[in-house]
């Protein structure tokens, strides 16, 4: 056992779980997977928590996890990409009415500046609920 023959101190030696894991394993991969111990002798093994049975359970977990936030990233990316787009629109609206006090009177004195307004409300509204319904995660059911 690798975890026995090496010191105490390294518990962070390459695994022969990760290099079994591989599509492709070449000699120079061995070698990189080898624990040291002497001056003439190379060591190959699991870490002190893995076996033969344990590691494919681990690396399929690591893998999930990536595949995970993976996901997130991608169906987060949309909502983060409409709330800035949100925020141009707002922004574009401030700044008209803080440039000009003629659009700050016409959208918020006028009839037709009113419902323009409420136009805009409504479409955001409408797309919100859109985006959220897109971007919802998916359940499966058996």
Known sequence: MLPVLTP?????????GELLSQSRISQTDILKYSAPYGDEISLIGYRLEENETTYPIVAKLSKMRTVSEELDYEMYKEIKMYLSVLAIIGGIILAACALNNDWKGFLFCTTKGKISLSITALVIFVTLIRVIRLTKPVEFRR
């Open 8 to 16: 105490a101190g390294k518990q962070n030696h390459p695994s022969l």
